[in-house]
C-alpha cells in the first residue's frame, strides 16, 4: 500500500510504486482537474505541486509522491478563491481551458517563491506550460494582477 | 500471400529509435604504458579521456550558456528550460519538475539524482581538450575541487555515471565509468598535462 497525502487528505492506495502519479489522482482518487495531456512532461497541463514546488504528474513515479504533501488545483484554496484563481476569472484567461488548472498551479509556484516577478520571469517559468489557445498574454496579465495586489 | 506491411511498420519503428544504443569503445589506461615519456603519456591519456568530456551525453549539461542541451546534435533545450541561479532551474520549470531520479522509458524523459546543469564555469560545450583540461585544473572554475574530488566525481559520481547509462534511443558516452575514471586516475598520477589553449573553432 501506498500512502499519498492529497489536499490535506490521506489516501491509502493499492497501487505500484511506479505508476506515475497523474493516474493516481485522476484514476485511484477521483480528482479530474488534473489534465492528462502529453504524458511525457512536455506540455504541462498535468502540473501539481509536490512540497510546494510544481511538478508534471505524468511522469511523478508514486515512490516519489509518498510522504510529500501534494497538492492539486482542487486543493490550491478552499473555494476556488486563491487569487489567481479570481484574476483568471477577472480577465477571462481561458479560452478552451484544457490547459488553465496545470498553467495556474505553475503561476502558483512562480508567485510563491518570488511575489513580484518581471515579464522575463514569468516567461521563464510558464514557458513550460503549452496552451494551443494562444492565451499567454492574458496568463501574464493575471500573474502581474496578482502580483500588483501582494504589492498593494 | 504475403502482407509486406508488417516489415514496413518494423522498419519505420527501427528509423524512430528507441532500442539501447552503444557507444564508442574508450582505450584502457594501462595501454598507454607503452609511451616511455610522462608527460606525452599524460597528454595521450587526456586526449582519450577527452572522447568522454566532449560526447554529448556529458557536453550538453556543461553549456557556455543558460540554455541545456538535448541530442547528439546539441539542440536547445525543448520544453525552454533555463539555468536558474542554483543551475537546477527556476520556479515552474525546475529540472526535477520533470526529471526523475532514474530514465522513465514510458514518457522517454531521462533521469538521474540531482539532475543539474555543471556550473557556468565549468562550461565545456563548445571548447577545446587544451581548455577544458586548464578548467578541470583550476579550483576557481572546478568548484574548488582537488584532482583527487576531480577523480572522485569523474569516477563516482552518480549524475556522472547517467552518461554511461542513458536510456534507450541515446548513445552513451564511450566506453564505461571504470574505463573513464581510471584514465582520469593515471592522467593525474602522470602529472595531469594539459594540451595546448587553443581557440575552439565552432
Redo the contacts between chains.
Sequence with gaps: MITLRVNGAEHSLDADPDMPLLWALRDLIGLTGTKYACGEALCGACTVHLDGEAVRACVVPLSRAAGKRITTIEGLSRNGDHPLQQAWVELAVPQCGFCQTGQIMSAAALLAANPTPSDEDIDESMCGNLCRCGTYPRIRAAIHRVAEGTKR | MTDPWPQYVLVALLAVGGGDLSGEPLRAAGSFAAIPDRQERSLALFAEASKVLLHPRCANCHPPDDRPRLGDRHLVHD????RGPSNDG?????C???H??RN?E????PGAPVWRLAPLEMAWLGRTPGQICAQIKDPARNGGRTLQQIWEHSALNELVAWGWKPGPGRTPAPGTQKEFGDLIRAWIDTGAACPPVTEATR
Excluded at chain 2, 520544453?79 to 533555463?82: D, F, K
Excluded at chain 2, 514510458?106 to 524523459?109: G, K, S
Design positions: 520544453p525552454p528550460a533555463v527556476v520556479p515552474a520549470m525546475r526535477a519538475s520533470c526523475q531520479d522513465l514510458h514518457a522517454r524523459v
